[in-house]
């Protein structure tokens, strides 16, 4: 089972609202990432998770903070987002993250709008 | 730093027909991985079909096939027998030992009925 499921599948949001994006794998995977696509754009890296520690924070603005409570478990908080965050935000997991081998699979993503 | 080219931002094609896309790419690694990556209308991100860059031999996952030119840095996919449901954007990507994966800019497919 190859299988990353994210929720909420929607979300408008005013710019000053809290909010949070889930992300959820049960493949035993140990790295889970962040990434923000615009339409018709790729995806672009925010966050790493390996062994639930971040190692990678992709210069992003501090109103996004992410949070890995275990393995399975990727979370998004988003406070005090601005209209151009409005894009899809894709949640993606590969059994970890030293070895080029290993292949990322992806969650259907979170289409955010921020109003 | 490894950039990934994709120069053809649109592409159609006849069901049933055949369909190649190319992908270019810049590094000075010699061992990495490529990736073609499929993301349809419903948004999912698929993988499609990899590439080990130590491999000769070209991947091939049923009517998905690669022509990788290591020498060139091309890494091509075809497409054979194209169906309805090839319909999708499609992402080169690049990897070497690390965490990154360095996409194009994608290439739509459409599929005339």
């Known amino acids: 089972d190859t299988e990353v499921t994210q929720t909420p599948k929607h979300l408008v949001m005013g710019m000053t609202n809290k909010k949070s994006l889930k992300c959820e794998q049960h493949m035993g995977h140990r790295a889970m990432y962040w990434y923000k696509q615009k339409a018709k754009k790729p995806p672009e890296l925010m966050f790493v998770y390996s062994y639930e520690k971040l190692s990678i924070n992709e210069s992003v603005p501090s109103r996004f903070s992410p949070e890995c409570p275990n393995s399975s478990l990727l979370n998004l908080h988003l406070h005090a987002l601005q209209p151009e965050d409005s894009a899809l935000y894709l949640c993606?997991?590969?059994?970890?993250?030293?070895?080029?081998?290993?292949?990322?699979?992806f969650g259907p993503g979170t289409r955010l709008l921020v109003l | 730093a490894q950039t990934v080219t994709q120069s053809q931002p649109e592409m159609s094609v006849q069901e049933a027909e055949t369909v190649t896309l190319s992908c270019t790419y810049d590094?000075?690694?010699?061992?990495?991985?490529l990736f073609w990556y499929k993301q349809p209308p419903s948004r999912q991100m698929i993988l499609v079909i990899r590439?080990?860059?130590?491999?000769?031999q070209n991947a091939t996952e049923n009517r998905f096939s690669v022509n990788f030119q290591k020498a060139a840095k091309s890494f091509s996919l075809k497409i054979s027998d194209s169906q309805l449901g090839d319909a999708a954007m499609y992402f080169c990507?690049?990897?070497?030992?690390?965490?990154?994966?360095?996409f194009g800019a994608g290439t739509t497919v459409t599929v005339r009925a």
């Open positions: 990507a690049y990897r070497r030992g690390d965490y990154k994966l360095s």
């Open positions: 590439q080990e860059a130590y491999k000769q």
């Open positions: 590094t000075s690694e010699s061992d990495y991985y």
């Open positions: 993606a997991s590969s059994p970890a993250t030293s070895d080029a081998t290993e292949t990322q699979y």
